[in-house]
């Protein structure tokens, strides 16, 4: 078995700053630069791997790519974010593809409970 490249990452992370986006542009842009250098030093402090680690700031998120899945708990440490999320990629805009990538991945979370999908 061969290990994923940098390029394929097994873990793909959304992070959504709190407060922050309330702030200033320069507060702000300060704001992210001290959250990045918390998640590397949190990444780098709890034996993660950091090879093949990515983290960017993109329009008001961040974003954490990792090839090792201990990054999760160890960014959910990280004081600063409101809410984080796994991503998982599908390359498709064919809607019955992406319908059954839903099924497959949700089945077993919601078997036997009643919701409904509400779009806006």
């Known amino acids: 078995m061969t290990s994923p490249s940098?390029?394929?990452p097994v873990c793909h992370l959304i992070l959504k700053p709190?407060?922050?986006l309330l702030k200033s542009k320069p507060v702000r842009?300060?704001?992210a630069h001290r959250l990045i250098s918390n998640l590397w030093d949190?990444?780098?402090h709890s034996g993660c791997d950091p090879t093949g680690t990515q983290i960017r700031r993109e329009q008001?998120?961040?974003t954490v790519r990792s090839r090792d899945l201990a990054v999760v708990p160890t960014v959910s440490r990280v004081f600063g974010?409101?809410?984080i999320a796994?991503?998982?990629r599908l390359e498709t805009t064919e809607l019955d593809i992406?319908?059954?990538a839903g099924l497959a991945h949700f089945r077993s979370a919601v078997t036997g409970r009643r919701f409904a999908v509400r779009c806006k």
């Open 86 to 88: 796994r991503v998982q």
């Open 6 to 8: 940098i390029d394929t």
């Open 60 to 62: 008001g998120i961040i």
């Open 29 to 31: 842009r300060a704001f």
């Open 98 to 100: 992406i319908v059954q």
């Open 18 to 20: 709190g407060e922050m």
């Open 81 to 83: 974010t409101i809410s």
């Open 42 to 44: 949190a990444i780098h």
